[in-house]
């Protein structure tokens, strides 16, 4: 869905890199996050500054990521006690993002394990996942669990302007952000963790130095372009050429939106979650909630399996059960290129 934004960049948001730069391991030996590039620090903190979506000043940990999947990994091994007899319990709302529960357990570690919908859940030792706006329904979530020992890990991957109203500064012990939706570079893997704790902080920082001692710098510093660029883009636009990605993305997403809720409509089968406006403190205006997905649900008695019955017509989504719901329910993409999305809503319009 971005691509069309950032081609319209241009060579203003391309990078070109040195062969005899960037060969060390360490990026900035005076940080505790030594593998972080400190132009990426800056934007990152640069970029939650202007929308106003996270506290993340200079008395907060950075932490780079090989995406914001290594460090919800990274998030788990600092959260669950090495010595402890029992491993962790984590949990999250149901419906929750698919990849929890098998990223929790590949490894079959003896320091966490998946312990399913937090609504179900009783215990005080566990690592609640927050995802809000939520993937696979877009609800804006808090945390369901409160207990002693409980910790929380915020996943704000899609806490931007142009899937939800920013409705105020989040703070949490450990919030997760990813480039690939905050911009669409996916493919970059770059992702960031904002940490309050510093115990906590230099547990994650062992992790990623465990596991792949470091992140890529070149993707880092691609990433601190990219950023850059977005910021400049409402903090000292070009008069020539405006480059809004926020206002591009929600202007995006409204025009989808709009469609998928008249082929949802026009087929009468499905149901789609409406949500309520709200105040968008960056926007300045009263704005809607544009999930990045759609969790449908089919209301004809006899489809029990959605995923299925869409493949046979031509549509791929993931199926409810991997979120932890019934199969009737499906997740579809929102952030899908022109074509794709446009060939989905004639599919899905033309059912009945
Ligand atoms: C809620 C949520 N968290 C994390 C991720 C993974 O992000 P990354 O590409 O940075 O690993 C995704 C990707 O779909 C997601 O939807």
């Known amino acids: 869905m971005y691509e069309a934004f950032w081609k319209s960049a241009g060579a203003a948001a391309d990078i070109s890199i040195a062969s ?3 060969l060390s391991y360490f990026s900035d030996v005076t940080n ?15 970029l939650h500054r202007l929308v106003g979506n996270a506290v993340a000043g200079e008395d907060r940990f950075i932490i780079v ?15 669950s006690p090495p010595d402890a007899a029992e491993p962790m319990s984590v ?52 945390a369901v669990l409160c207990s002693g020992e409980g910790k929380t890990v915020h996943d704000l991957a899609y806490y931007w302007p142009q899937y939800t109203p920013i409705t105020h500064p989040a703070d949490h012990d450990i919030m997760l952000f990813t480039l690939s939706k ?28 465990l596991n792949t001692i ?14 850059q660029l977005v910021s400049d883009g409402y903090e000292s ?33 499905f149901t789609a979650p409406s949500f309520e406006p709200a105040f968008c403190n960056f926007t300045g205006d009263v704005s809607e909630n544009l999930p990045a997905f759609a969790w449908l649900k089919c209301e004809k008695e006899e489809v029990e399996d959605l995923e299925s019955y869409l493949k ?29 999305f446009d060939l989905f809503v004639q599919r899905l319009a033309a059912m009945s």
């Open 20 to 22: 005899w730069t960037s």
């Open 32 to 46: 505790l996050c030594w593998f972080l590039e400190p132009q990426l620090a800056h934007q990152i903190r640069r």
């Open 65 to 79: 990521g090989t995406g914001s999947s290594q460090l919800f990994q990274a998030a788990l091994y600092a959260l």
């Open 91 to 142: 949990v999250s709302l149901a419906p929750f993002y698919s990849t929890y529960p098998p990223l929790t357990d590949y490894l079959r570690s003896p320091l966490h394990k998946w312990a399913g919908d937090a609504s179900k859940f009783a215990g005080d030792r566990y690592i609640e996942l927050v995802c809000t706006p939520n993937n696979p329904d877009g609800s804006i979530r808090e």
């Open 182 to 209: 905050t911009t669409g570079h996916a493919g970059s893997r770059i992702g960031w963790a904002v940490v309050k704790d510093r115990a906590v902080a230099k547990r994650m920082i062992q992790y990623i130095e």
């Open 214 to 227: 470091g992140v890529a710098r070149e993707a880092q510093l691609r990433a601190a372009k990219i950023l």
């Open 237 to 269: 636009p070009n008069p020539d050429k405006e480059m809004k990605l926020f206002d591009f993305g929600r202007q995006k997403l409204a025009a989808r939106w709009h469609k998928l809720t008249e082929a949802v409509q026009a087929s009468g089968i």
């Open 312 to 340: 046979e017509k031509g549509i791929m989504v993931r199926g409810g059960s991997r979120f932890g719901k019934e199969a009737r329910y499906a997740r579809v993409s929102m952030v899908d290129h022109d074509e794709a």
